[in-house]
């Protein structure tokens, strides 16, 4: 039963001084402040509550950078989804499971708790079925019991190639399953978290271009009580073929059709009309935005102002996990706002607000809201997920109270983490994973057989 | 008389290996291929040309973080410059060196070899002159000597606060000189970067708000021979008050009244009518580009695909320094495209063309022209500044060419920088400057004294 005294932890109201955190079986069991009692453990640092990439496809760490040469036409999002896909042709089991491991790995070293695994790669390379369902699932959930990292799994529907029920291409033969496979699917993926501590499930029926109205309605109607996570308007293209297919936008049908509600993260969400932007805020659904894959991929730039003065709850995910980073993400989401906007501290809507903290527990609220996992806060009955930051670190070290998040998030960032701790487990010590030597060098590995060097 | 052997090296026609450096008082004399010579110094990594931060305002490493927290306004660049205006109000001489020697530190560490040292604050806090008219530029030389980064110092006159000759406020008396000062500020500076290895001069009109048409033609003609640099059109507002003043928007001004050509450099140039960029393209002069900054003070998106068409030069400058990283910066600028254009690969213009390589290439030729130090390329007769990468990053060894370009600007970013050299002296080793130790800890007591902690 440690009790860990913080010199600096960041609660609900604001940064404090001497917090002590008593953590019983992997829960914050009590929160107080004062002295430390006798046989605390000192955090030499500024604690920071758990912070989830609500949303990754861990595989895609393993292509990263294979994507930054031009090709034969004008580049987009849809030149680099080809390019993924030839990627994901030549992956084995053991490949995902390597790969997803280190992105695991690196998610932790830089500040994230906690993944939202939106998984749609399921199948062989020829798009047959492996001989259990949830052979990749299983890769995924070894790869996260092997970091400590705490998983969301998030199984994919994944049923057409476009809007209208539109076949789908040889590049997403792996991903596909109609409704009864779909169902095992999830059945297999429910015993696997079941055996791993901390981990628990979601569905995620990936999109209103692979996922037709009649298959939403029924797997929301069979899962009632998951969290559901789907893709929607990340690119101008989809929205203009939602539009052509039903004569709304991608939000708008979902608005419409699906009951949006607190149960549902819609990632990405970048081309919204006002109307589509308040409604959601309003409708309790979280949007998961993806700041530095949605700068990579030329995506554009959420409303962040309008969703958030009608109280809009977001998450950040790492998606391609081209950059993996905590505060990188919050900072590109702060970025990209002030370039949209021309205007500065866009987060933060009140006078006094420090961007920083304002950016770091709006995305823990909504990153533990949309995987159901707490209030993303440091409090008794919490899971003991938290980050330790270094308050002897040059950008910090000279600064006090929230101040100190403004410091992490835009002059430190992630080379400041000195500890992560996951459901009471520390799992980085002085900036390192404590199990990175055999999982850098599996991975490792799998680049190199990947790359044929 | 070093020769070097490099695993793979970037020359201009791309990513070569076995590539023979041999070095002679501090600058390239040869370079060839094959097998190394006996004696030569293996550098087991990716060596990279010198890159310079173009355009640099060192002290405001010192406030890095204290502008995140909103106003009682709604918060943009201006509110911002208020910030800074206070913060640079307590600042001492010893204030001054001791931030700027970390600064450059830092940007050694993280992949510059050389600054362009915007120098514009002079005097003492209460804005009369020090005893010595270049104490504050004698300081940045002390700094530059302390970490032996490349600098060419650019002494900033600024005359007035606002366009049309408008008064200057109290926050900016450090800052302000006449032409007689100016002349003598620029001759003391001479001195200084003569008795410096490396370094060189320019001068810096600081806008059209700070220097009257007048004035800026009289600095232009006592100095034919030196490279100018002038802040121009970054925010909105100044446009406006431009045309208000002038009927002409910055850069159009310039361009007809200044005779932009290649000695030139322009900070900023975000805001552009298509006409006003094909021109400034055409006319020689360096977009002095600032990704970083511009994103954090929420200036806005530089046209690059209509500037790179046009064959305009680019540089890129850490300008406020609230994070120092040469590849984040060129990272930030593709991002910002890609944002701006909602496409990829955006400074790559040809098919194949490696967007990693093209942005480093790019930054590097025209860093070096706009701070008149050849051509920013490894070759005969180029100073001996490069960049070695770890050729065993994880990011980095299962690649090769310029797809190792790629990942280090959008993967594997500064942490893959293991030496840095400038002028033949081995600066940076391991990751780290060979002075960390007495630099960090000048520079820490410098930020305790500055916060009152």
Redesign the interface.
């Known amino acids: 039963m440690p009790v860990y005294h913080c010199d600096r932890a960041l609660l609900p109201a604001g940064m404090a001084a001497d917090v002590l955190l008593h953590v019983e079986e992997g829960r914050i069991i009590d929160i107080a402040h004062g002295a430390p009692p006798a046989g605390a453990e000192r955090l030499a640092g500024i604690v920071l509550p758990g912070l989830a990439s609500l949303h990754s496809h861990a595989f895609q760490r393993g292509m ?14 849809w ?2 989804r080809q390019v993924m896909y030839r990627f994901l042709g030549a992956l084995t089991p053991e490949d995902v499971e390597a790969i997803a491991a ?1 992105a695991y790995l690196e998610m932790l070293e830089r500040g994230f708790t906690r993944v939202g695994e939106f998984h749609y790669l399921h199948h062989d390379r020829d798009g047959t079925p492996y001989a259990d369902i949830a052979e990749l699932a299983w890769r995924i959930a070894l790869a996260a019991e092997a970091t400590g990292i705490g998983l969301t799994l998030l199984p994919s529907l994944y049923v057409h190639g476009g809007f209208g029920g539109a076949p789908a291409h040889e590049g997403q033969r792996r991903f596909l399953n109609g409704p009864d496979r779909f169902a095992r699917l999830v059945l297999a993926a429910e015993k696997l978290v079941r055996g791993l501590p901390g981990a628990n499930l979601g569905i995620a029926p990936h999109s209103l271009r692979a996922v037709g109205p009649e298959e939403l309605r029924a797997v929301l109607a069979t899962h009632p009580d998951l969290p559901v996570h789907i893709h929607a308007a990340e ?2 293209r989809e929205v203009e073929d939602c539009l052509a297919w039903s004569g709304m936008r991608p939000v708008e049908w979902l608005l419409v059709h699906a009951g949006l509600d607190a149960r549902w993260c819609l990632i990405h969400a970048t081309h919204l009309t006002a109307r589509e932007s308040e409604a959601l805020a309003r409708s309790g659904a979280t949007a998961g935005l993806c700041p ?1 894959t ?8 959420f409303d962040g102002p309008r969703f958030l003065d009608c109280g809009g709850a977001f998450g950040i995910g790492s998606d391609s996990n ?2 993996i980073t905590a505060p990188g993400e919050l900072r ?1 989401f702060e ?2 706002q ?8 866009v987060t ?9 903290r304002m950016l770091y527990a709006r995305a823990a609220a909504g990153g533990a809201r949309a995987l159901r996992i707490g209030e993303g806060q440091l409090a008794p009955g919490a899971a003991a997920d938290f980050v330790v930051l270094d308050r002897e670190a ?2 910090l ?4 109270g ?2 100190l998040m ?2 992490y ?3 430190a ?1 992630a080379a400041a983490i000195r500890e992560v701790h996951v459901g009471g487990r520390r799992l980085v010590e002085a900036g390192r994973h404590v199990r990175r030597g055999p999982i ?1 060098a599996a ?2 590995r799998t ?2 057989r ?2 044929g ?1």
């Open positions: 990263a950078g294979l994507a930054e040469t031009r090709g034969p036409t004008d580049d987009t999002f030149t680099w280190f690119q101008l530095i949605e700068a990579s991929l030329g995506d554009g730039i081209i950059e590109q970025y990209n002030r370039l949209g906007t021309r205007s500065r501290n933060a809507r009140r006078a006094g607000e420090s961007t920083g040059v950008d070290a000279h600064l006090d929230d101040a403004d410091a998030i835009f002059v960032g850098e991975y490792r680049l190199r990947l790359s060097l």
